[in-house]
């Protein structure tokens, strides 16, 4: 799977838009970009994935480049409660294992 | 419907001894992975079950063994524990869709392992 580098954290203002952005510059064709949280001492959540186009679901956006290198995770109306650990992860279709990497700490403030 | 349930949410055991740890994935999923989180080497996967075999295994010694039964329920075992095992051990379920980048893993609350 394609090695993804996130910053090490963010701070977001509770209201705002949190963007997330991901690197991963190896992906193949066939790789997937997937997104995960994961709110302390919790199981990792699933949010969203996609191949090459944007996608959208009830919890946030993922806005994917056109040469795929590059993805950003967007929630729209950050709360305290998105405050967690935000993994992007690159799965190759037909591997179902995940290899999580360090992931960005978004921190929402009041 | 109901999540992945993993027992037991807590233990303790001493160096040498041998633990098991159970997961239940959501019903009609046919995968169940396993996955090491410790601070230092944060999330790391262990190993997958589908149809009851051993898809895909991460890099951890034989000491860490795992099954699946019939009903996808899944153990996983680790004989001769050391310190280093302290850990929360996450077990995630999913379809086992071969197909769009094999599906969204539920995960589990965990199990949290400490070895004195």
């Known amino acids: 799977d394609a090695k993804t580098t996130q910053p090490p954290s963010m701070d977001c203002a509770e209201g705002r838009a949190a963007n997330l952005p991901c690197n991963h510059s190896?992906?193949?064709?066939?790789?997937?970009v997937y997104w995960y949280r994961q709110i302390h001492s919790q199981g990792p959540q699933y949010i969203i994935h996609?191949?090459?186009n944007n996608e959208t679901n009830e919890m946030a956006s993922l806005i994917i480049t056109e040469d795929r290198k590059s993805s950003t995770l967007i929630l729209p109306h950050a709360t305290l409660r998105d405050t967690a650990v935000y993994y992007c992860i690159v799965r190759n279709t037909g591997r179902r294992a995940l290899t999580f990497g360090s992931g960005t700490r978004l921190q929402v403030q009041p | 419907k109901a999540g992945v349930t993993q027992t037991p949410r807590y233990l303790i055991k001493t160096r040498g001894q041998q633990v098991t740890l159970s997961c239940s994935p959501i019903s009609g999923h046919r995968s169940v992975s396993w996955y090491q989180q410790t601070p230092g080497q944060g999330l790391q996967f262990l190993f997958e079950?589908?149809?009851?075999?051993?898809?895909n295994k991460g890099n951890f010694p034989g000491r860490f063994s795992g099954r699946q039964f019939s009903n996808s329920r899944s153990e996983m075992n680790v004989s001769t524990l050391e310190l280093g095992d302290s850990a929360l051990y996450l077990c995630a379920s999913s379809l086992g869709l071969a197909q769009g980048g094999g599906g969204e893993l539920f995960f589990g609350e965990g199990s949290r392992l400490t070895v004195l």
């Open positions: 996609g191949l090459k």
């Open positions: 079950y589908f149809s009851e075999t051993q898809r």
């Open positions: 190896t992906i193949s064709g066939n790789e997937y």
